[in-house]
């Protein structure tokens, strides 16, 4: 928790809701020309019209002219110059004098995103977007009519006398011309002039409203439309940006005057627009520029500090292991529904074909054109630009890998290099049922072989005389073991349980190992459990292998340190934990799942049955969460009614979690102990708070 959260703390939380049943027809009115203690709320509305597209509201208001503050002259005036005095059914003032006023509307502003009307009820506050912001003010087209009468009055006038004119128009010749084709650059000038959208505004009709007062019964009605009709969480779900995304959504940033920027080579790739992108996506869009880089390379590229693991999770994401170097994945270069700028092959035989010859690479150094062509069988185009991606041509040597193997890579993490050598291997088996070919069809046929080892006999029957003796050894050991537990009355079972037990798979550790350990031992032998050991099949089965001290002594300090893990988490540390050992180290060889969850109950932890949604994309080995429950301190109760909390829901609120530390333990829980326990047991996002590692993006 941020230290200055100490002198700002949060007083109440409040639910915020989208209400968008009046979304496409809320407006807000003002009226600048008008203090806001003089509002038009108890004139009379005569009549009201709107053109939605132009978002243009015209209203029409009574005058109140028996008002002291009204100039009846000068009402009669005004109404005298529009109307004449004549009067019919087209005349502005009925009655002889001005006794109303129209306002028409300009838009404040064009873009309303920013902008709602909210209403607050019970703890709750229910927003409405707008739809416009207008301003109401004063129309005087009532001067244009006048200055119009005023105008046909003249001409009238000065009329008189014009039989003579005309009678010479009648005589004189007319001369007819024909306009020219319009040109693009006329048109686009006439478009944008101002004669030409007044004349598209008015071809919008009006429509005309009823007005309703604000205490009017159906004004009353509409106004419940600005709450929220559905509550339902399904259909309001809730904000999960960050404060730095919701502020930016709040006030986003001035649109600034677009620049031209010249168009450069496509194979450019500007850093500093490169580095405002996710990691993911800067990784992936630096493999598919350079291909085939080292890690270390790569690592220089991106921004300093960036870490190497999460550079690691991505790069597997987008690229395959080559001789100790990544190169970018067939199916990122070629996307589905995609084709050959070349030949127009479909993407994926593309993908097939390219495989290959990555997978060529991995066996050796140098790979021949000819060879890579007679088996994929695609056009020379394509062969040529897979080799050219990953390689370079050498007289009388073929194509040769590009880069120098990296064995620095591979021995500072020699679990990334297994994971992509297995992965390698599934890939193998796929190409050699689409190719029909077997990987010793491309080994050396000059392969040196192994030289023949010659041992002499003595060698051998000295080599036979001790494992007889540490067989005698052994079973001598057996034969005490049961002697004594039969005095006490224990019975003691010695089992190798099979490689194929269903109920015990090795767990992946994803660790390369030099030797083959059967599930069911411990360093390499039969493990003896008692039955008075709470260590036996949950299922009534076979009793499974004990953990050894070093295994315990692992997890214990792991829990301790991290309080809160899911197994695969775990598994993650315990990979890391191998690869610092020492080199032929196999004291954690061959463990199992079941063996590690029973260690992790052993260390005074236990599961927490969180209720993760049905639609989750959590793995099994992600659903299945651990906390440590007992370390001695008093701390532990907090915890473990935390842990009670999220097998409720898998997120929560802070408030939640408080109210239900002061229904336990009263008022004597401090801030200090809510923020201990969250920050040890959870991770925060969107105002919501998940157990460590079970929130999903």
């Not at 009201?48 to 209203?59: G, T």
């Amino acid at each position: 928790m941020a230290s200055g959260d100490e002198d700002d703390p949060i007083i109440d939380e409040i639910d915020v809701y989208l209400a968008k049943s009046l979304a496409d027809k809320l407006y807000l009115f003002q009226y600048p020309v008008r203090p806001s203690t003089m509002t038009y709320d108890d004139v009379t509305h005569l009549s009201a019209r709107i053109k939605p597209k132009q978002q243009k509201v015209e209203l029409e208001l009574a005058i109140n002219t028996m008002s002291p503050n009204y100039c009846r002259s000068k009402g009669e005036q005004i109404a005298l110059n529009v109307d004449g005095t004549s009067y019919d059914e087209t005349s502005t003032y009925s009655v002889k004098m001005m006794d109303k006023q129209m306002f028409s509307s300009i838009q404040a502003t064009t873009n309303t995103s920013r902008y709602a009307a909210a209403v607050f009820r019970k703890g709750e506050l229910h927003v409405t977007p707008l739809q416009g912001i207008l301003q109401m003010r004063p129309s005087f087209t009532y001067l244009d009519k006048a200055d119009g009468k005023h105008k046909e009055r003249e001409a009238g006038n000065e009329g008189g006398d014009s039989s003579q004119d005309e009678a010479e128009d009648d005589v004189k010749a007319i001369t007819v011309r024909f306009s020219r084709p319009e040109s693009e650059h006329a048109r686009q000038r006439r478009i944008q002039s101002y004669e030409f959208l007044q004349k598209k505004q008015a071809e919008e009709p009006w429509v005309h409203l009823q007005y309703h007062g604000v205490k009017d019964g159906r004004s009353e009605h509409e106004k419940q439309y600005l709450f929220c009709q559905s509550m339902d969480a399904t259909e309001n779900p809730e904000l999960v940006k960050t404060p730095k995304e919701y502020l930016a959504m709040l006030m986003p940033p001035l649109a600034e005057e677009k620049v031209v920027k010249p168009v450069g080579p496509s194979n450019v790739l500007s850093m500093a627009q490169l580095r405002t992108l996710p990691l993911a996506e800067q990784v992936k869009t630096l493999m598919k520029n350079v291909k085939v880089i080292p890690f270390a390379n790569l690592m220089g590229l991106l921004a300093s500090g960036t870490d190497s693991t999460s550079v690691l999770r991505c790069i597997q994401q987008v690229a395959l292991l080559v001789q100790g170097n990544w190169v970018v994945k067939s199916d990122v270069l070629y996307p589905k529904n995609s084709f050959s700028p070349h030949s127009g092959v479909p993407a994926e035989v593309l993908c097939r074909g390219r495989d290959f010859v990555m997978w060529r690479f991995t066996l050796e150094r140098s790979v021949m054109r000819r060879e890579i062509a007679a088996i994929i069988k695609l056009p020379p185009e394509d062969v040529k630009e897979f080799l050219e991606h990953v390689a370079v041509p050498r007289i009388n040597r073929g194509w040769e890998f590009l880069l120098p193997s990296d064995v620095d890579f591979i021995k500072k993490h020699p679990d990334v290099a297994h994971r992509q050598h297995m992965l390698w291997l599934g890939i193998q088996t796929k190409l050699e049922k689409v190719f029909n070919f077997s990987k010793e069809d491309f080994m050396p046929k000059d392969a040196p072989q192994p030289a023949p080892v010659h041992i002499s006999g003595e060698q051998r029957l000295r080599t036979a005389q001790e494992r007889a003796q540490e067989n005698q050894s052994s079973l001598q050991k057996d034969l005490n073991a049961r002697k004594q537990s039969t005095q006490t009355g224990n019975i003691v079972h010695f089992k190798q349980e099979p490689v194929s037990h269903m109920e015990d798979e090795p767990m992946d550790t994803d660790f390369p190992s030099s030797s083959s350990v059967p599930n069911g031992c411990v360093n390499g032998y039969p493990s003896a459990i008692s039955p008075a050991a709470d260590h036996t099949n949950r299922n009534g089965g076979s009793p499974v292998t004990s953990p050894s001290p070093e295994l315990r002594d692992f997890v214990s300090k792991t829990f301790k340190k991290h309080i809160v893990l899911t197994l695969s988490e775990l598994k993650r540390l315990f990979n890391l934990h191998l690869a610092s050992l020492p080199t032929g180290h196999n004291l954690f060889h061959s463990i199992s799942d079941r063996l590690l969850q029973d260690t992790i109950l052993l260390c005074q932890c236990k599961q927490i049955l969180v209720p993760f949604p049905a639609q989750t994309t959590a793995a099994a080995d992600e659903q299945k969460v651990f906390g440590l429950c007992e370390t001695g301190e008093t701390f532990d109760k907090h915890r473990r009614l935390l842990y009670d909390v999220f097998t409720k829901n898998y997120r929560v609120r802070r408030s939640v979690v408080q109210s239900r530390l002061t229904q336990e333990f009263g008022d004597n829980v401090t801030k200090a102990e809510i923020d201990r326990l969250l920050k040890e047991c959870c991770s925060s996002n969107g105002g919501m708070w998940y157990l460590k590692g079970t929130f999903q993006s």
